[in-house]
């Protein structure tokens, strides 16, 4: 049974959602450029460890452009929900679907993260790719989170991170400062969404912190899988 949905009310909402509906088009290029395609091959990581939950039911919260939605759809008997709150991110996500032959099993809504739809105890699996931090706020998207997950369910959560190292952190500084704002302006005609993007990663509480926030709202196990020199995150954790 699925609860009646609650609208976007707030006004970071309403600013992130205009913010992805301005760069949907040109989202996936970007992102590529920017990550030197490695945020396929974190995805494709997650897919592989999602394999191992064997879930029946999966929920993408921010799908944005739906690639991990659509990678969890190859899962055999895997109906999967991919949610998020920019429209126009999930019209560009429903023409890969459609392209990629899972209408079948690949549901794109709109919804939001920290008023879910979804009764307790619903999916197997949640996935989140970059969208924690964009949540307004975060331990109550979280909270959802935990309470449409199924006891010994398995949340996943890919997010941009600082290199706890030193001499890396001042490399990562100094590419994020410089090679991401030259490729916003190259590719992007909303400079000011790549300007919060960047901030945004900049002040998230990740690593151990993240950690501590997790087991705060109730999950346990929490796995922390680095990748690229720390500058993004994989946490794997358990209801």
Same mark, same amino acid.
């Given at each position: 049974?699925?609860?009646?949905?609650?609208?976007?009310?707030?006004?970071?909402?309403?600013?992130?959602?205009?913010?992805?509906?301005?760069?949907?088009?040109?989202?996936?290029?970007?992102?590529?450029?920017?990550?030197?395609?490695?945020?396929?091959?974190?995805?494709?990581?997650?897919?592989? *460890?999602? +394999?191992?939950? #064997?879930?029946?039911?999966?929920?993408?919260?921010?799908? %944005? $452009?739906?690639? @991990?939605?659509?990678?969890?759809?190859?899962?055999?008997?895997?109906?999967?929900?991919?949610?998020?709150?920019?429209?126009?991110?999930?019209?560009?996500?429903?023409?890969?679907?459609?392209?990629?032959?899972?209408?079948?099993?690949?549901?794109?809504?709109?919804?939001?993260?920290?008023?879910?739809?979804?009764?307790?105890?619903?999916?197997?699996?949640?996935?989140?790719?970059?969208?924690?931090?964009?949540?307004?706020? *975060?331990? +109550?998207?979280? #909270?959802?989170?935990?309470?449409?997950?199924?006891?010994? %369910? $398995?949340?996943? @959560?890919?997010?941009?991170?600082?290199?706890?190292?030193?001499?890396?952190?001042?490399?990562?500084?100094?590419?994020?400062?410089?090679?991401?704002?030259?490729?916003?302006?190259?590719?992007?005609?909303?400079?000011?969404?790549?300007?919060?993007?960047?901030?945004?990663?900049?002040?998230?509480?990740?690593?151990?912190?993240?950690?501590?926030?997790?087991?705060?709202?109730?999950?346990?196990?929490?796995?922390?899988?680095?990748?690229?020199?720390?500058?993004?995150?994989?946490?794997?954790?358990?209801?």
């Amino acid at each position: 049974m699925l609860k009646p949905n609650q609208k976007l009310n707030s006004s970071k909402k309403i600013q992130v959602e205009k913010m992805f509906d301005s760069i949907s088009i040109e989202y996936d290029l970007v992102n590529g450029i920017m990550t030197f395609n490695n945020h396929k091959r974190w995805k494709k990581h997650i897919l592989k *460890l999602a +394999r191992k939950t #064997n879930p029946k039911r999966a929920l993408d919260i921010a799908t %944005g $452009t739906a690639d @991990i939605a659509i990678n969890l759809g190859s899962i055999s008997d895997c109906i999967v929900t991919g949610v998020d709150i920019s429209k126009k991110m999930l019209n560009i996500g429903r023409e890969k679907i459609i392209k990629n032959n899972l209408t079948n099993s690949v549901i794109l809504e709109t919804g939001d993260a920290e008023n879910l739809r979804f009764d307790d105890n619903y999916f197997d699996l949640i996935t989140i790719g970059f969208g924690v931090r964009n949540f307004q706020d *975060l331990k +109550r998207g979280l #909270n959802e989170s935990f309470r449409v997950l199924k006891p010994k %369910g $398995t949340l996943i @959560i890919l997010e941009t991170s600082v290199p706890q190292n030193i001499i890396i952190r001042f490399f990562y500084s100094l590419f994020t400062r410089t090679y991401i704002p030259l490729m916003a302006r190259l590719f992007s005609k909303d400079l000011t969404a790549y300007n919060y993007l960047l901030n945004s990663a900049e002040v998230f509480p990740c690593g151990e912190n993240f950690r501590n926030i997790l087991k705060s709202v109730g999950f346990n196990d929490v796995k922390i899988r680095p990748k690229f020199f720390g500058s993004s995150t994989i946490y794997i954790a358990s209801k």
